[in-house]
């Protein structure tokens, strides 16, 4: 599995306001917080003229997630707005553009077919609108994505909505677990995607990479 196969999905990630190339729809957000369909002709229009949006029922989890002890190596984000801990016999950092133009941080699983990235914005984002953008833009370019689970978590002292979801992209089947959070200091999406057969064989590494983010 390589890097490139991602790459459409992931540019779908993205919550900046532009027109591209994609011949996918986009969904955005301006900074006004409206939802937007970015047109491959280069025209827009608002979501909800576009399509019915569909309601995500969230659940809550009371347990309290904090970075494990192994994960001994710290990234800065940008602006200082998070951190991001992790076990470095398990990952290694690689180039965030190889995964996506717009992400701040990206890794890489040493010995697996597993990737993470994090998507930073300065701009605060109702963090439930923002999931919901984000499972819109993956079900526009493959319409048989669907959300495995959603619930609020407190992760190091901060409450943020993880979601799975997965579906078909280039023909593979993809597992696409995430974090999300907004506030004063910005908007933050933390991907960790695989393989769905993969998913339960490193998801105790994946989610050790996902509790090691910290928000300041």
Do not use: C
């Not at 790459?7 to 939802?35: M, V």
């Not at 999300?180 to 908007?187: I, L």
Request: negative net charge; charged residues 25%.
């Amino acid at each position: 599995m390589k890097i490139i196969n991602f790459k459409i999905l992931l540019l779908l990630s993205s919550l900046s306001l532009y027109a591209n190339s994609l011949s996918a729809q986009e969904i955005a957000i301006t900074e006004r917080g409206d939802s937007v369909v970015l047109l491959p002709n280069g025209t827009w229009d608002y979501f909800e003229n576009y399509v019915e949006p569909e309601e995500i029922e969230i659940g809550r989890n009371d347990s309290k997630f904090l970075k494990p002890k192994n994960s001994s190596q710290m990234l800065k984000g940008l602006n200082n707005a998070y951190q991001l801990w992790y076990n470095p016999s398990t990952w290694k950092r690689v180039p965030a553009a190889d995964l996506n133009p717009d992400a701040d941080l990206a890794l890489k699983m040493k010995r697996g077919d597993v990737y993470a990235m994090v998507i930073y914005e300065e701009l605060e984002i109702e963090v439930e609108k923002l999931m919901e953008i984000s499972f819109q833009n993956a079900n526009s370019m493959s319409p048989d994505f669907k959300i495995v689970s959603s619930e609020y978590r407190f992760v190091n002292d901060k409450e943020l909505i993880f979601m799975q979801m997965e579906g078909t992209v280039q023909s593979m089947k993809i597992s696409y677990i995430s974090y999300y959070a907004s506030g004063k200091n910005g908007s933050f999406q933390f991907h960790i995607y695989t393989g769905q057969k993969l998913v339960d064989k490193y998801k105790e590494e994946i989610f050790n990479l996902l509790n090691g983010l910290i928000i300041k």
